[in-house]
């Protein structure tokens, strides 16, 4: 009797431990990815703007392995993310094989001395400071340059000054000569990734090239349909409407996102097992192309077989009509109504 109560609570020692290995290699499976950047990144509000960053949006195109934890901040450079103590908020949670996705300039450029920093010299020091320390952590630091701006603007912009491509009153903006070529504005602030992901032998993304191959190909007027170009009327969120050439709209957000999942997929391997691209997506948090699945059903084609992705929250299923082809895909909690 003693022999098989012991049989018993060895069994259930076994059983135990098997579940906590399980649990265990399940939860070595999920991957974190960290983002750290500025505005062009970051999430939005979406109760009060249009406006989306590539980051707020990424999540889309990967699967629910993969969980995208966005840091970055409207107006931050490296320095000020540093000096705002928001970095080591994000240091004091990366774990061994957690990714750091790292996208700086646009704001490194400013001259005001809270945010200021030189290519070669400063801001090189600051990614340095980023890569080293994620790698301490035993994370895996990726450094991106900056997305570009859409500078159709015959008169030059200096590198610190982009107000004229941030007219935030459509109404009294400044009339701008534009042609169809499209101009940097970044300089050298465009090397110091690239550099220092050399000299660190890190992941590097070219996401200025990316997306100036993808506005120069659009053209100056197409290219406005990436960012926060609205008439005056044309959305209840920015009733005077927005000339804005930096920030993205939703649809913008998806496309940079879009490309630049693939980038990292080709520079960091073990990622692109994990790439999704649907061909809708919908959330209620603002990361997706609609907010409601009436408003995505409204985009589907007649005909044509489309996957419409659902992230989180419980819905209630929708009749969808014989002339459209659509397959459901619930992700990262998302349930029917039952």
């Not at 320095?79 to 004091?92: A, P, T």
């Not at 920093?117 to 990614?127: K, S, V, W």
């Not at 990292?264 to 209620?284: G, T």
């Not at 996957?307 to 819905?315: A, C, D, K, N, R």
Request: aromatic residues 8%.
């Amino acid at each position: 009797m003693k022999h098989n109560l012991l049989k018993q609570i060895i069994g259930s020692m076994v059983a135990v431990v098997t579940c906590c290995l399980l649990l265990s290699a399940k939860s070595d499976s999920h991957i974190r990815l960290f983002m750290i950047g500025d505005s062009t990144m970051a999430n939005k509000n979406y109760e009060t703007t249009p406006e989306r960053g590539w980051g707020m949006v990424l999540q889309c195109y990967f699967d629910d392995e993969v969980e995208v934890d966005n840091h970055a901040v409207n107006g931050r450079s490296s320095k000020s993310f540093i000096n705002e103590g928001r970095w080591q908020k994000v240091l004091d949670k990366i774990r061994p094989g957690d990714y750091v996705f790292i996208q700086f300039g646009h704001n490194d450029e400013k001259p005001q001395p809270d945010r200021h920093t030189d290519p070669g010299t400063t801001f090189d020091d600051n990614l340095r400071r980023f890569v080293r320390e994620t790698r301490e952590r035993g994370g895996i630091p990726v450094l991106f340059n900056a997305v570009v701006r859409r500078n159709f603007v015959v008169e030059q912009v200096k590198n610190d000054d982009d107000e004229k491509l941030r007219n935030i009153d459509a109404k009294n903006a400044p009339v701008v000569v534009e042609d169809d070529t499209l101009r940097d504005t970044h300089g050298a602030y465009l090397l110091s990734p690239r550099n220092v992901a050399k000299e660190e032998g890190c992941a590097f993304v070219d996401a200025n090239s990316i997306t100036h191959n993808l506005e120069q190909s659009m053209g100056r007027e197409e290219s406005k349909r990436l960012h926060m170009w609205f008439a005056p009327g044309e959305n209840p969120l920015v009733p005077n409407g927005r000339r804005d050439n930096t920030h993205y709209n939703i649809y913008g957000a998806h496309t940079v996102a879009r490309l630049l999942a693939d980038a990292v997929c080709k520079e960091v391997k073990p990622l692109a097992k994990h790439r999704v691209n649907y061909d809708i997506a919908v959330s209620r948090d603002g990361r997706g192309d609609c907010f409601t699945l009436e408003e995505a059903l409204s985009l589907v084609p007649s005909g044509k077989r489309t996957t419409i992705q659902i992230l989180g929250s419980e819905w209630e299923k929708p009749l969808v009509g014989k002339d459209k082809k659509v397959k459901f895909v619930l992700r990262m909690g998302a349930k029917w109504k039952k």
